[in-house]
């Protein structure tokens, strides 16, 4: 029997494809945080049903809208403007949301105690992103040193990125590849219909699809 393997699925196109690399060596458990974002509807309906795609049954729905009281992004704060690509933005962006990761993977690390899981993925990237501080290599090197501290004598959990150093087109390759359901996947920061087509998340996959040469399955506004 395959080794159960937890995995962080949003609803967009990295995690998607990072439960296709999982879906090799592993069985999947999905795991999807609700944090009070602008699409939250639209994201856990790509993760139900991405989930279904890949016949998950292990599936577990949080949620941590504490996240919004707290703020501090425009991703979960309406006074805050999401910025267009074309926008100059210096520094961290405002859709980073503080800390946002270390509660997500907290959540993971709890269930996988429980399960019984090895590892722990998550479509994290850092050479092609938005510069956020809680996607980079080194951050997670030490949250593995932490779940090691902070967990049973015998438990051996790790977190594993297997997109971390891709570009956002060879993760879309990777995906086609692997037969991932790119068609279900949600990455809009602002709409929860149709995709607005310019905010930085909609560019970035955009222009990825564009430079691996395949159509992007899902419809923009005009």
Known sequence: ????????????????????????????A??????????EARELRAFKEIAD????SKR?????????KIGGSSLIDKDLKIPDYREKIEGIPSTYVPFRNTHLIAIAVSWAEVICAK???????????SGYPDCREVYFRAYNQLIDLGTRPETRIEIETPIIHLKKWEVV???????????????????????????????????AFRKAGIKDP???QP
Not at 60 to 68: N, R
């Open 1 to 28: 029997m395959k080794a159960l393997a937890i995995v962080l699925v949003s609803g967009g196109l990295d995690s998607c494809v990072t439960a296709a690399v999982a879906s090799k060596d592993y069985e999947l």
């Open 30 to 39: 999905f795991l999807h945080v609700n944090y009070g974002q602008r699409t």
């Open 53 to 56: 795609f890949y016949g998950v």
């Open 60 to 68: 577990f729905i949080a949620s941590i809208d504490y996240l919004k």
């Open 119 to 129: 590892k722990i993925f998550i479509g994290a990237m850092e050479e092609d992103s």
């Open 173 to 207: 390759k990777l995906g086609a590849e692997l037969g991932a359901p790119l068609h279900l996947t949600w990455s809009c920061y602002r709409s929860e219909d149709i995709a607005c087509g310019r905010c930085e998340s909609c560019i970035l996959r955009l222009k």
């Open 218 to 220: 899902i419809a923009y």
